[in-house]
């Protein structure tokens, strides 16, 4: 299956400070996610993004489908940006519609 | 639009006890995706629905089992818990079909068997 990997996994920021989290996987994908879990548990959809680049706010995402990596960019950071940020991977064939989660980078936004 | 729903939210259990999970897909989603969350493994897929049809299954074994009803609400049973069965459950809904897309994800359930 597919393997993908997270770094770093852990990120200790000042509030103010920009971070950038990265996403590799081990082959070609048409479904990428970025979520967000909050301290309940819950997946906040951050970027729908198999390719190219989008940005909502503070926050962008770039995708290298060729290369096969993303980007996370969080500017500004506050408190409560903190929390562990998965990426998830998934390739479209009927019958085969998964994701596959990184383990995540928890990041702390110190105040 | 309602989001995706989870109930029950909490669950305490005992060993070789049977639970039930329900999750009610945003409406006009036809796909049901369900996920294990521990500390240890991470999030792992359980197994996925389409149209009351089990379409892709993870490594998980034969305790774990769902179903799908034509309402699209899914419903996922673990027989004969085991202490290591402990865990967020999620579920997630997208579209489905071909244009399988973006997923989103439920509240989940957080199971303690004890």
């Known amino acids: 299956g597919i393997q993908v990997e997270q770094s770093p996994p852990d990120l200790i920021l000042q509030e103010g400070a920009n971070s950038t989290l990265r996403c590799n996987f081990s082959d070609s994908v048409n479904n990428l996610q970025w979520f967000h879990q909050n301290p309940w548990g819950q997946l906040i959809n951050l970027f729908y993004i198999p390719s190219g680049t989008k940005q909502n706010g503070r926050l962008s995402a770039t995708t290298v489908a060729t290369e096969r990596y993303s980007l996370l960019y969080i500017s500004s950071s506050q408190t409560t940006d903190s929390g562990v940020y998965f990426c998830?991977?998934?390739?479209?064939?009927?019958?085969?519609?998964?994701?596959?989660f990184g383990t995540g980078t928890r990041l702390t936004i110190i105040p | 639009k309602a989001g995706v729903t989870q109930t029950p939210r909490y669950l305490i259990k005992t060993r070789g006890q049977q639970v039930t999970l329900s999750c009610s897909p945003i409406?006009?989603?036809?796909?049901v995706s369900w996920y294990q969350q521990t500390p240890g493994q991470g999030l792992q897929f359980l197994f996925e629905?389409?149209?009351?049809?089990?379409?892709n299954k993870g490594n998980f074994p034969g305790r774990f089992s769902g179903r799908q009803f034509s309402n699209s609400r899914s419903e996922m049973n673990v027989s004969t818990l085991e202490l290591g069965d402990s865990a967020l459950y999620l579920c997630?809904?997208?579209?489905?079909?071909?244009?399988?897309?973006?997923?989103?994800f439920g509240p989940g359930t957080r199971l303690t068997v004890l």
């Open positions: 997630a809904s997208s579209l489905g079909g071909t244009g399988w897309g973006e997923q989103f």
């Open positions: 629905y389409f149209s009351e049809t089990q379409r």
């Open positions: 409406s006009g989603h036809r796909s």
């Open positions: 998830a991977v998934g390739r479209t064939n009927f019958g085969n519609e998964k994701l596959t």
